[in-house]
């Protein structure tokens, strides 16, 4: 069932553990996420990235292809179909389209107008029943185009865009999207203590899921955390099989050029990868 992100969002920040946000690329994509987290009983947001929507034709597009599969498919976990990254032109979009979340991405703006636009969006969102996340402190790799410094969140500045009544709060705390370098430092969990104390009860998001270890991901969950981002994991897994498959050969054997079955390994490897860290999130039965 299509939702939005809040509720599922406030019981998993009180019982500690986190849902994940899976970005989605496609319809084996989206099948693979719906799929698992029916298997597991367990709420999850996917994500769609401004680069994806594209892709994908369009918001429009992606919330029909989504509402639809929930239904084809008889998911009855809480499903949130969210916007990551978006521009303001773009959360607007998404909620014209029908999505059930937004993230409006004003962390590269100056402080009062990203306070400005997220504010806006919070009167939009709450007339309209949709969940919101808000970001402070640009989260470091690189995504769609635009390369992140990484850098770490003011309290200060969390407690402000936090108090304009947004849902979540994404905060950077040395996380970066994609593979994490050798000398990565890990998380800032000192920054993350303090933006916790300063937020409150706001749910925190940590992106760049992908690569962090397991005592890193507990932790954060003790420290706030109640949505973790997934992306390149899943593209990663995704490659490895298909790659392992046309290696093998098995394209060029009967059918094995079928689309359908070109497609089945690697879609089963993001099953694999969606029940991995939906376990190690803590989220399965979490209804
Ligand atoms: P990764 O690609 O590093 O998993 O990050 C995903 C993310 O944070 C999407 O917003």
């Given amino acids: 069932m299509l939702v939005n992100a809040k509720d599922m969002l406030i019981k998993a920040a009180a019982e500690g553990y986190a849902v994940g946000q899976f ?4 319809l084996e994509w989206t099948k693979a996420v719906l799929i698992t987290a029916q298997e597991l009983n367990a709420p999850v947001i996917l994500g769609v990235s401004e680069g994806a929507g594209k892709y ?7 919330a029909a292809m989504v509402k639809a599969m929930v239904e084809s498919l008889n998911i009855t976990v809480p499903v949130a179909l969210h916007l990551d990254h978006g521009s303001y032109d773009g959360c607007l ?8 979340s937004i993230m409006f991405d ?5 402080l009062a107008e990203n306070i400005e636009k997220t504010s806006e969006l919070v009167r939009l969102c709450a007339e309209k029943g949709l969940s919101l996340e808000a970001e402070v402190g640009s989260i470091g790799g690189e995504e769609d185009g635009v390369i992140g410094m990484g850098e770490v969140a003011d309290p200060n500045e ?14 950077g705390i040395g996380n970066i999207h994609g593979k994490y370098p050798a000398n990565w430092k890990g998380l800032d969990f000192g920054a993350l203590e303090k933006i916790h104390a300063a937020t409150g009860s706001v749910p925190l998001v940590l992106h760049g899921g992908t690569g962090i270890p ?39 054997m009967g059918k094995g050029f079928d689309p359908r079955k070109l497609l089945a390994p690697g879609t089963a490897a993001i099953q694999a990868t969606v029940k991995e860290k939906v376990e190690l999130f803590g989220s399965v039965g979490k209804l």
């Fill in 106 to 110: 004003g962390s590269h703006l100056p």
């Fill in 56 to 62: 994908m034709c369009g918001f429009k597009t992606v």
């Fill in 23 to 26: 970005n989605i690329n496609n």
């Fill in 214 to 252: 397991t005592d890193m991901i507990q932790k954060a969950i003790s420290l706030g955390v109640a949505k973790i981002n997934v992306n390149t994991e899943c593209q990663l897994s995704f490659q490895a099989a298909t790659r392992a498959y046309i290696e093998s050969g098995k394209d060029l």
């Fill in 93 to 100: 979009k998404c909620v014209e389209a029908g999505f059930s």
């Fill in 158 to 171: 969390c407690k402000k865009i936090a108090d304009l009544g947004v849902t979540m709060l994404a905060a």
